[in-house]
Each structure stands twice: as structure tokens, then as C-alpha cells.
């Protein structure tokens, strides 16, 4: 009888925890949901409320990154697709915020090293021939560290090879340099598997057109 009881405590007591999980993951599961739509209805300015949403679960939950990292990415998504680029340092600041917290709760990130360098791109887009000699290095090791944290994420190779893509081609950029980068982020999207439901997982279909442009 005494082990019964001590039974129906412990699971008295961790109820709410998992109830505060299944909530997290709920919630979650609602905000990435949400992006994708917002994504392929090209309803890009509601990625400042799911943002907002992604900040308030991770503020509320304390101990998980994904929701920072989430509202980093729809901040830089919206950025990019906007491309008002008066607007990136201030939108990049904020974003430096957001990953900083993500940091603090996830050390040697692959999918937050690849977010600081696409910021760091947003802050050298303002002007690109001034700002290279700054931000194009930090980009570039950004790159590389996501690539050395995990070698399966294909989106380290999917924004490099975009990112000569867009590059002219007296600098080293053009189609002919970012395919092989292009291709190798398809090769790794095919067999890779994200760590949970709730890890990151886009840029596949971004990556195909990209690819089917160089053509």
C-alpha cells in the first residue's frame, strides 16, 4: 500500500510538468505551423506576430532556445523578403537579442551559427562595398562554424551557395561558383532528419529553385 501511495504522489507531482510540456509543444508545433503558411501564401508581414509569439513562449519557458531561435528567423526572413535595407541594422539588432538568448541556452549551435550569419549578411547588405571589409569575414566564419558544428545540416551550404549566387561575378560570385554549393545542401536535405519535430527543417524547396535558376 505505502509503494502505491509514494506511485500516486510522483505522479501527482510531475502532472504539471508534463502538462507544461505538452503545452510547449503544442504551442510550438501552432507558431511553426504558421510560419509555413505564412511562407507559402506569401503573407510575409504576419511573420512579425508569430515572432512575437515565438519571444513570449520563450520568455515564459526559460530553458528552451528554439523559441528564440524561431523569432530570430522570422525577423531575418521577413528582412530579406522586404529588403528595405535602411531598415536592416535596426531589425539586425533585435535579432542579435534574440539569438543571444538562444545562445545562452545552447552553446555550439549549427542552426544558431548559420542565423548569426545571416544577419550578419543583413547588416552588409546596407552597403555591400563599405561594410565587406566588416561583416564579410564574421560571415563567412559564421558559415563555417555551422558547417564544422554539424555536418549534415544542409542550410550552411544553401545560404553560402545563395549568397555567391547573388555575388557578382567579377567577385568571385555567379552561378558557376554557388552551384556546387547549391547541390551539395540538396544531396544533404535528402537524408537529413531533424532532431525532433519541433528542430529545424525548411529550406528544401527554397534550395531547389535556387538550383533550377542556375540551370
Not at 502532472?15 to 505551423?33: C, D, L, R, T, W
Amino acid at each position: 500500500m505505502k509503494s502505491v501511495m509514494l506511485f500516486i504522489l510522483a505522479a501527482m507531482l510531475l502532472q504539471p510538468a508534463f502538462s507544461q510540456s505538452e503545452k510547449y509543444v503544442g504551442a510550438m508545433k501552432k507558431n511553426i505551423a504558421a510560419i509555413d503558411s505564412a511562407l507559402s501564401k506569401n503573407e510575409f508581414s504576419s511573420l512579425t506576430d508569430i515572432a512575437a509569439g515565438f519571444e513570449r513562449i520563450g520568455d515564459a519557458e526559460k530553458t528552451q532556445w528554439l523559441p528564440f531561435y524561431y523569432a530570430a528567423y522570422c525577423r531575418i526572413t521577413l528582412a530579406f523578403v522586404k529588403n528595405e535595407v535602411s531598415e536592416n541594422d535596426i531589425i539586425a539588432d533585435k535579432v542579435d537579442e534574440l539569438i543571444a538568448k538562444a545562445v545562452a541556452l545552447e552553446k555550439n549551435n549549427s542552426e544558431l551559427s548559420l542565423l548569426k550569419a545571416m544577419n550578419t549578411s543583413l547588416r552588409m547588405l546596407v552597403n555591400p562595398m563599405q561594410r565587406w571589409m566588416e561583416f564579410g569575414p564574421k560571415m563567412q566564419q559564421y558559415s563555417q562554424d555551422a558547417m564544422t558544428q554539424d555536418p549534415t545540416n544542409p542550410r550552411p551550404y544553401w545560404f553560402n551557395g545563395v549568397s555567391l549566387k547573388n555575388t557578382p561575378v567579377e567577385f568571385g560570385g555567379g552561378c558557376g561558383n554557388a552551384k556546387p554549393l547549391l547541390d551539395k545542401a540538396l544531396e544533404l536535405y535528402a537524408g537529413f532528419t531533424p532532431a525532433s519535430e519541433l528542430h529545424p527543417n525548411w529550406g528544401k524547396q527554397v534550395c531547389e529553385k535556387e538550383v533550377a535558376g542556375c540551370k
